[in-house]
């Protein structure tokens, strides 16, 4: 995870000297996360005895935030205040590594995104 929290950074990075960019990889990150957490959700209330349901959409919304809220500050844990040894740790990456970084960097995204949009069809939550 660390890797790929890097080489997001790499992607869109502007100025090295600010923390934004580190802050963007981090949020798109924590919006993947929160992308497999409601796969899960979604094959544990299809196969599960016990549903999660919501009463209202207030309480998709807030579970939701809720939720997210806390991907969030675990990230800041363990990635954004960590940003600096992540960089120096892969800062002197070979080219081949580099492409293969980005490689399973667009893979993770995809199959993330694929597997909530199929998953999504096959288990929608009732």
């Known amino acids: 995870m660390k890797y790929l929290y890097y080489r997001l950074y790499?992607?869109?990075?502007?100025?090295?000297?600010e923390d934004i960019s580190w802050f963007g990889a981090m949020s798109i990150m924590s919006i993947f996360h929160l992308m497999n957490i409601a796969v899960l959700h979604m094959l544990l209330n299809y196969f599960s005895n016990e549903k999660l349901y919501f009463n209202k959409k207030n309480d998709v919304l807030i579970f939701a935030v809720i939720l997210g809220l806390i991907i969030l500050v675990l990230n800041i844990f363990y990635l954004f205040r960590n940003r600096h040894k992540i960089l120096s740790q892969y800062q002197d990456e070979s080219k081949a590594k580099r492409r293969c970084g980005n490689a399973v960097l667009l893979i993770y995204f995809l199959?993330?995104?694929?597997t909530l949009l199929t998953i999504g069809n096959i288990f929608p939550l009732q």
């Open 111 to 114: 199959s993330s995104f694929i």
């Open 10 to 17: 790499k992607i869109i990075r502007g100025n090295p000297d």
